[in-house]
């Protein structure tokens, strides 16, 4: 998209001490702001007023093209944030604050599964079900060691080869396996 402002022209702030409060636009009535926008004659709306509308909306649009940003992302960033305000409808947002923190930090770990999960194995061509009864990071290895009942540890990496968090997952598979 073509830039409409130029990089070389900002708006002098200091300039805004002689037009008054920058909050023209937000308390200007809809028809007046029509008026003036698309109006063919000003009668009663001084220079000053002018100014002060050209200068936020100059401002305004410079902002949004520093970004260098499409309409188009700006629209997909709308979708997103629509859609995690759907997804967390009743979450704590200081909560996913901290944890997006810890994320950014390396200090959040996803589980693969949680305590109480079943857990399904392919072994000798049957699927064996098992209950997850404990589970244990291993920072320096980075992965989860998975206990279940009947006892048989698994490590994380397991999952997707010879274990799978869901029946249709391990029936997938053993099938595969007949094929080869």
Known sequence: ???LTNEEVRVDESMDRYLGPLSVLEGMKPKLLDLILN???LNGVSKD???QIIRQLYSALAAYEDTERTPEEIDMDHEAAEQLRHLCRNCDIDRLEELAEADK???LVVLPCKVGDTLFRVF???ILEH???NMR???IQGRWDIETYPFCPYVESSIGKTIFLTREEAEAA???MKDD
Request: aromatic share 4%; no cysteine; charged share 35%.
């Open 1 to 3: 998209m073509k830039r």
């Open 39 to 41: 109006g063919p004659v």
């Open 49 to 51: 007023v002018l100014r």
């Open 105 to 107: 930090d390396g200090r």
């Open 124 to 126: 000798a061509g049957e």
């Open 131 to 133: 209950k997850v009864g």
């Open 137 to 139: 990071y291993l920072a």
């Open 174 to 176: 053993l099938e595969a």
